[in-house]
Each structure stands twice: as structure tokens, then as C-alpha cells.
């Protein structure tokens, strides 16, 4: 008798050879995914929760002075093993009111003396993973499962946000295992990582007129908006579009705070025109874009440099808005230099990235007669207020647009 294998439970990912899935969702530290619900297209739709470090009263401070600097209120240095401003991340850093709380414990091993195994081989000393070790030396990895999510069952994850500020928590709607297109549907390294920057840098968006460009899931435009006046989150799609919205609906009190606001809106990056046809959903009023070219001052971008078409198409909508602005902007791009191996060049390659970087090359060549581009990369090591890994191949470039003199 033939023994059919199980069918795979609803709750696990399936995968395909064309879908991809984030790091972020593949090892999130501390919580469970939970599935909410199916989105218009049939995926699975998943509910986690991003815990923002900081101390209770940096939610009322809202004065960011010296940018990158140090804290010149510091009244001492750190005490040795507590970290500093310039420390790299999970080093325990307190900077603008902001507070990164990570412990790491040294395993002390100099000066022990090598020890072989039996075949005369260096038998290296390893350092068991305890169950009990409150203090890992860096974001915990463990694998993590999704868990459907009962309309009857007790909201584990709802119970655990209780306990925590609102402030602190930031709700997001996801999906986990997508197709190359809908890669905009999950929340990638890269956007915690321009996120923490926004948090860093709070005196650039303070009161600012700010414009997102491929936005997916929302989570920076979110993070935008407790400083931001004005924050166009914009991305294609009317199914992505309506989950960034839901997200921003879940994560309004983190606005209503601080005053901003976030208006969800369709931009294509093939097309010269935006939308403001009533009858598409999100599309652009007259006086949204009015305002859009008045008042905006900076724009930025996560994680939409993975093909080559679509970078030619940002830096293309890049230079067409900063020449259609009617002040000075600043551009802030994040991206991940991902490694892979080609049977073309039978080498480990990082093929978009080396496009983007060429993108930059050129736009940065690129000037008129009104408009010239400087381009610049960003320093990294600004204190981490999102909990999630911030490797080396994570890069920040800033574009600023400034007229010709």
C-alpha cells in the first residue's frame, strides 16, 4: 500500500523557485508571526510587531541638535563595555534621548592554552548557546514559524504590546515568501536601517514636507511621520498600496503625536505624469501635488535597487522631481550590496549593486545649466534604535540637489 506524504500545513511557507523571502521575516528575535488574514491576490498576510529603543521621554523631546554628532550634554563617557555614539551596533548606546539596550559578554578566552583531541587536532573551545544567557552578544537568530492568528484565540502578540508603550511598537502587515515583484510586500533590512536614520537625524525631517518613493509595506514613511509635518508614501500597486494603508491606519497614534501626516499615493516610476484620474484609487488631487512641489524638501528611498530596469527608472524620477521642486532637496537611499554566485562570470558577483553604484556615478555627472548632484555615502555607525542586524553590506548614499551658482 502506498503511504501518501502529509499535506503541508496551512501555517508554514511555501517555497517556489522564484519566491523570495527577507532575512527580517527568516529571523525576527523574540516574537512569532501571526497570519491575519489573505490579501486581494491570495497570499498570506502576517501581522508582526518592531520595537523602537528608546527612553520614555525622547517621545517629547523634539529638538535633535548636531545631527551626527556626539551629545554635547554628555556629562561623562560611557564606562568601558557599555558602548559609545561611534560603537557599532548593540554596543549600548545613548544618544539624543534615544537609549539602545544590548549587553555583550565576553567569553574570555586569551591566554588559554591550545588543546589537541586524540588525532593530535586543534580542538577549538566553544562556548555552549544557554537557554539562560540573558545578554547574547548580538540580535538572537533563532527560526521563527508562522502562527495562524484565531478570531477565538487570545492575541499572544496583543497581550505582549500591552506591556510596552505605545509609542514603542509599531505594528506592521506583511507577507513572507513572495514572487521577485511582490518583494515590496515584506520589510527588508535595508528600510530598518533608513529608519534608524530618520530617528537619528530627527532635526533634518523635523517639520518637513518628505516623499518616500517605493514604499512597500510603509514602515519608514511611518517612522517618518512622528517628525515629518507631510510624508507621500508612494509605491504601485493596488494591493500593496492598500496594505501600506492599513498600516498606516494601525500606526496612527505614532503620527497623531507628533502632528504628521501620511497621505498614501500611486507614483510609477515609467510614467513622466502623476496620476489624477478620481476614479484610480490613490491618485493625486491638484492641490497634493501642488503642495508636493512647494514644500517638499526631502525624499528617500529602501531596497528598491534589485533590478536594473527599475534603478534606471528611480534615478530617472529621482532627477525629473528634484528639477520640478521648487527648493533644494535631499535624497536618501538605502540599499544592501547582495552577493551571488553567476554561471556567467563563474564568480561571486553583486550585479545591482554595481549598477546602482554606476547610477550614482552618472547622476552625479549629471548637471545643467540650474541643477547639479552631489553625491555622498552616509557613515553607519549611528546608534541603533531597531532591533534587527546591521551587517556591512548595509550602505546609506545621500543625494543632495542644489542649484548652479
Known amino acids: 500500500m502506498v503511504q501518501l506524504a502529509p499535506a503541508p500545513a496551512m501555517d508554514e511557507v511555501t517555497f517556489r523557485s522564484d519566491t523570495v523571502l527577507s532575512d527580517v521575516h527568516l529571523y525576527t528575535p523574540n516574537h ?3 497570519m491575519v488574514r489573505l490579501n486581494g491576490v491570495g497570499q498570506p498576510v502576517f501581522l508582526s510587531q518592531f520595537k523602537l529603543l528608546w527612553s520614555r521621554d525622547s517621545w517629547t523631546d523634539t529638538g535633535a541638535e ?4 556626539q551629545d554635547a550634554h554628555a556629562e561623562e563617557p560611557p564606562p568601558a563595555g557599555t558602548g559609545s555614539t561611534g560603537s557599532p551596533p548593540g554596543g549600548g548606546h545613548r544618544h539624543e534621548g534615544f537609549s539602545l539596550q ?21 580542538d577549538v573551545m566553544r562556548r555552549p548557546r544557554a537557554t539562560s544567557d540573558l545578554h547574547p552578544a548580538g540580535p538572537p537568530r533563532d527560526k521563527v514559524h508562522p502562527m495562524i492568528l484565531a478570531q477565538e ?11 510596552d508603550s505605545p509609542h514603542s511598537i509599531i505594528n506592521i502587515e506583511h507577507t513572507m515568501a513572495t514572487p521577485l515583484e511582490d518583494v515590496g510586500k515584506q520589510v527588508w533590512r535595508g ?5 534608524d536614520y530618520i530617528l537619528f537625524r530627527r532635526d533634518l525631517f ?7 518613493l517605493g514604499a512597500g509595506t510603509g514602515l519608514v514613511s511611518i517612522i517618518a511621520a512622528t517628525m515629518a ?26 503620527a497623531a503625536t507628533a502632528g504628521g501626516i501620511v497621505k498614501v499615493k500611486e507614483l510609477d516610476w515609467l510614467k513622466d505624469e502623476l496620476c489624477t484620474d478620481p476614479e484610480v484609487p490613490f491618485s493625486w488631487s491638484e492641490e497634493e501635488i501642488s503642495d508636493l512641489y512647494d514644500n517638499t524638501t526631502i525624499l ?29 532637496c535631499t535624497a536618501v537611499l538605502s540599499v544592501e550590496k547582495r552577493l551571488n554566485f553567476t554561471l556567467r562570470h563563474l564568480d561571486v558577483t553583486c550585479e545591482a549593486y554595481d549598477h546602482f553604484r554606476s547610477c550614482l556615478h552618472a547622476l552625479e555627472k549629471l548637471a545643467d545649466s540650474r541643477l547639479r548632484f552631489v553625491v555622498e555615502p552616509v557613515e553607519t555607525s549611528f546608534p541603533q534604535h531597531l532591533v534587527y542586524e546591521r551587517i556591512r553590506q548595509l550602505e546609506l548614499w545621500k543625494i543632495i540637489a542644489e542649484p548652479v551658482k
Open 153 to 163: 484565540e487570545d492575541d499572544d502578540m496583543g497581550d505582549e504590546a500591552h506591556e
Open 66 to 69: 548636531g545631527g551626527d554628532h
Open 206 to 212: 523635523q517639520g518637513c514636507t518628505v516623499l518616500e
Open 191 to 195: 528600510a530598518l536601517l533608513l529608519a
Open 229 to 254: 509635518r507631510t510624508v507621500y508614501c508612494t509605491d504601485v500597486g493596488a494591493d500593496l498600496l492598500a496594505m501600506c494603508q492599513r498600516n498606516i491606519a494601525l500606526n496612527s497614534h505614532l
Open 32 to 34: 512569532r508571526h501571526l
Open 102 to 122: 544590548a549587553g555583550a559578554e565576553s567569553t574570555g578566552q586569551e591566554g588559554a592554552g591550545a588543546q589537541l583531541d586524540e588525532d593530535g587536532d586543534l
Open 300 to 328: 528617500f528611498a529602501a531596497e528598491v535597487f534589485y533590478d536594473d530596469d527599475l534603478t534606471d527608472a528611480v534615478f530617472k524620477t529621482l532627477s525629473r522631481l528634484a528639477r520640478r521642486l521648487k527648493n533644494a
